[in-house]
């Protein structure tokens, strides 16, 4: 076990590193290709994160992370792009990951901000409303429904959605600073 530890302590500098190695040993590991994505998603790498997240969500199809980081990647690249078939691929790996799980609320935040980054309204205000029928909304999913209603005109309905989110969390700034502007108008 000592040695064994030594070795795989030569394998790490950081995490794109180990992730790089460890994928080269074992080529049909879906949490490995997911490993290496996200590694390659923080150093900004993203044409090639999109390689393993793709080979991930094809090992893997059930698995909600996967789908997530896959999301991530098209979303960043549409922006980047103005691609709008990327943001629509980007909304539908945010809506097979939210299909994989009822528990974890990132993807169900993900699809919400790209919904409401991307102008759709309506689309955000019936996803959120939805979501809160599967799972208790986050602070952001509150956060997001608030900023949809004051968008839609609904400013009763988004200092409520707002109230909920300085419930979970009373520290949170953007909150308080939306908060303040509903009440300023």
Excluded: C
Aim: glycine content about 4%.
């Amino acid at each position: 076990l000592s040695i064994r530890s030594y070795v795989r302590t030569n394998d790490w500098k950081d995490g794109l590193s180990l992730a790089s190695h460890d994928i080269k040993i074992n080529q049909n590991s879906f949490a490995l290709e997911n490993n290496l994505s996200f590694e390659l998603i923080n150093v900004g790498r993203y044409q090639e994160a999109l390689t393993h997240e793709e080979k991930s969500t094809k090992l893997a199809p059930w698995w909600w992370l996967n789908w997530n980081n896959l999301g991530i990647i098209y979303r960043h690249l549409g922006d980047t792009e103005k691609n709008e078939l990327l943001i629509n691929k980007a909304e539908e790996s945010f809506l097979k990951s939210t299909a994989n799980t009822n528990s974890f609320y990132l993807p169900y935040e993900n699809l919400a901000e790209t919904y409401f980054n991307f102008e759709r309204p309506e689309i955000t205000e019936k996803f959120i409303i939805e979501t809160s029928k599967k799972i208790s909304l986050s602070e952001s999913l509150w956060f997001f429904l608030s900023l949809t209603e004051y968008k839609l005109g609904n400013k009763d309905t988004a200092m409520q959605a707002i109230s909920q989110a300085l419930k979970l969390n009373p520290n949170n700034e953007k909150a308080k600073q939306l908060y303040q502007g509903l009440l300023n108008n």
